[in-house]
């Protein structure tokens, strides 16, 4: 390690009030974590299955305001009210 790698190193703990190892075992458990959970396959119950793939949605989609607008048809613009 370079001396002005190991300086900044120091005082970044002295800061912190923690030594080295400790940085680089969380920073380690950082990096497996997030490889863990970017690996991790989700079941979803049979019904939640059966919906995949059944619509496509627009990339510029705005979710927020497409909700509203449907509950706004569902439950305002009802025919016979």
Do not use: W
Request: hydrophobic share 35%; net charge positive; aromatic share 14%.
């Amino acid at each position: 390690m370079s001396i002005l790698l190991h300086e900044v190193a120091k005082s970044y703990t002295n800061e912190k009030n923690s030594s080295l190892s400790d940085i680089i075992e969380i920073y380690l458990k950082t990096l497996t974590y997030e490889h863990q959970t970017f690996n991790m396959v989700i079941n979803f119950n049979p019904t939640v299955e059966s919906l995949k793939g059944s619509f496509k949605i627009l990339k510029n989609m705005l979710y927020k305001k497409e909700f509203k607008y449907r509950l706004e048809n569902k439950y305002l613009y009802r025919k016979g009210n």
